[in-house]
């Protein structure tokens, strides 16, 4: 998936009655943002509400990030200060139970209680469901370790959405369709922590949209690590792909807008590629990572395409649907990179040329083929690598948005924002879009003239703003 987020704990309104507060912390990708809300959802039904303050949580989840190194580390440290927290309520006669899940409690398991014995119990993310069981046998003080693979029932088992949390959490949802990942690439840890390639049956996820539309969400991400990997029995009895199924979900009233992500070149299908052509609600976004743009250092990658078939790809979807955004993720630094490599990526980047993009430092993850390769780069030409490379980033995502000064544009709106008077929303290629309040309320899409955009956000002329019947 795309960029390292870190979400902290949001506010509920307490339930009647004895509740228990908890505070969930996501690090890592979207699929994590949505297996926190399933998790919230799992714990709501054991009475537990979400809290925005740690201090005063009965329990603290950390839902974590293996992807690079430094990502778990800040894990760790994060569980230093948990520490503190919890003594400070202890001597206060309270209690915090202490939770790791995701992917670094996957890949560590019981080394995370070795390390950080105030951590109560460790949560695999195919053992969601089990959630309030093992949170019950945590309070009667066991120390729980839970990282099986039980792919089949995470979904079956998780609790459907709660209408009224899905209200609060606003007009824009993900909703994961699929799970894991067989690609094997030589640097990545997803496979070995999120398992095998698992796709969700076509009736759960037409059931789950409709839920999300029924309780007023316009816009719904789909999610996987392999997005476009995802297949399936259709209604039709015919085997489906990605296509077919945004097909069926754009059929769903209410929901106005589509996306998916994180995509993978080599399942990018026909099919696919004319759902962009053909549905005007699949927004023209797409997170299409390469890494890098030697054949070399792809073969050394195991990404089994090269650059030319990469940019033919491109050219193909842009066809499809010439207004489409690009955006990607590029790794410096892999093992055995010459100058000449990188000098490959800079062209490839030059030629595809992207809206947004991600970029790191190659970090080796015990475990994956690339942390034994020979020839580990130095972290000083990773360091002068990764600069040059987010410089050209960056100015082709400064020409992307100065290219929407004086475009009028559709923008459905989602929250106030930080000013009063103001509300935001986003952009067909998911840029922030600050508008005047008067535009329309949230969950309206609205058209607006975009008359300034900053390196991340887009400003609209207020007093040109259409609202559509
Ligand atoms: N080192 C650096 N970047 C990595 N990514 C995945 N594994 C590594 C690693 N070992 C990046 C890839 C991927 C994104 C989610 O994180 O670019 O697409
Ligand atoms: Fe990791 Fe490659 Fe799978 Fe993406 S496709 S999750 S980068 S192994």
């Not at 927290?85 to 006669?93: A, I, Q, T, V």
């Not at 000083?380 to 000064?405: I, N, P």
Request: proline fraction near 5%; charge should be negative; include cysteine.
């Amino acid at each position: 998936m795309s960029d390292i987020l870190e979400l902290t704990g949001r506010e509920e309104a307490p339930a009647a009655g004895n509740t228990r507060k908890v505070f969930v912390k996501t690090y890592g990708c979207q699929m994590n943002v949505y297996d926190s809300q399933r998790m919230a959802d799992a714990l709501g039904a054991d009475g537990y509400v979400e809290t925005a303050s740690p201090e005063d949580a009965d329990m603290i989840l950390l839902n974590t990030c293996h992807i690079r190194e430094k990502a778990a580390e800040k894990v760790y440290s994060e569980l230093g200060r948990l520490r503190k927290l919890r003594d400070r309520r202890r001597s206060d006669g309270g209690e915090m139970l202490i939770g790791v899940a995701g992917c670094v409690a996957q890949a560590e398991g019981e080394e995370i209680i070795r390390r950080a014995p105030v951590v109560d119990f460790v949560i695999g993310p195919q053992t969601y469901h089990r959630l309030p069981q093992i949170a019950a046998e945590a309070r009667q003080g066991n120390k729980v370790v839970e990282t099986d693979y039980a792919m089949e029932d995470k979904f079956e088992k998780l609790p459907a959405h709660d209408e009224q949390r899905v209200r609060a959490r606003g007009v824009t949802a993900f909703l994961t369709v699929q799970e894991g990942c067989d690609k094997f690439c030589t640097f990545c840890v997803v496979p070995y922590t999120r398992g095998a390639e698992v796709s969700r049956p076509v009736h759960q996820i037409l059931s789950e949209a409709r839920r999300l539309a029924g309780a007023g969400v316009r816009e719904v991400t789909l999610l996987g690590q392999n997005v476009n990997a995802w297949h399936g029995e259709g209604a039709d009895g015919r085997e489906w792909g990605l296509g077919e199924l945004l097909h069926e979900l754009a059929k769903i009233d209410g929901i106005d807008r589509l996306r998916y992500t994180t995509s993978h070149p080599r399942d990018m299908d026909d099919a696919l590629i004319a759902a962009h052509r053909d549905l005007d609600c699949l927004m023209p976004y797409l997170h299409l990572p390469v890494q890098a743009g030697s054949d070399r250092i792809l073969k050394a990658m195991n990404r089994k395409h090269t650059a030319d078939e990469y940019r033919r790809l491109v050219d193909r979807i842009r066809d499809a649907r010439p207004d489409i955004a690009l955006s990607g993720d590029f790794i410096v630094g892999f093992p055995g990179e010459t100058d000449a490599d990188f000098e490959d990526t800079m062209r490839l980047i030059a030629d595809v040329g992207y809206a947004q993009a991600f970029s790191f430092k190659y970090s080796p993850r015990p475990g994956t083929p690339g942390a034994d390769m020979d020839d580990q780069v130095p972290e000083d030409v990773k360091t002068g690598r990764l600069h040059r490379l987010q410089a050209l980033l960056d100015e082709q995502q400064a020409g992307f948005m100065k290219g929407l000064e004086g475009r009028t544009i559709s923008v459905l709106l989602e929250k106030p924002g930080r000013d009063p008077g103001q509300l935001v929303g986003r952009s067909p290629w998911l840029q922030p879009v600050v508008c005047d309040e008067n535009v329309g309320k949230i969950g309206d899409i609205v058209q607006v003239r975009i008359t300034r955009a900053s390196a991340n956000s887009l400003i609209a002329d207020n007093s040109e703003v259409e609202i559509p019947a």
